[in-house]
């Protein structure tokens, strides 16, 4: 067996915010439900409190620009919905 391995190219992988919004549902529901030992808890929390953070700030930063654009005054020969 010396067959040669190709190496295909990988796709361009990317997470996205709901993918993080369902790893922290997850997490959520995996410690209500008594599934992660004590041990795991620390290492899981952190985990956790990061991605928590960063779906905050990004729906706080979401909020924001909807916010601007809304307020923001029309660009003449723009129509506005």
Avoid: W, Y
């Amino acid at each position: 067996m010396n067959e040669k391995v190709e190496k295909q190219p990988q796709p361009n992988i990317q997470i996205t915010i709901q993918d993080l919004m369902v790893l922290r549902s997850v997490i959520d529901a995996a410690t209500k439900g008594g599934v992660l030992g004590a041990g795991d808890l620390t290492t899981v929390g952190m985990v956790h409190d990061k991605v928590h953070v960063i779906i905050e700030e990004f729906m706080a930063k979401q909020k924001e620009a909807q916010e601007a654009e809304a307020t923001a005054p029309p660009v003449e020969g723009e129509v506005k919905e």
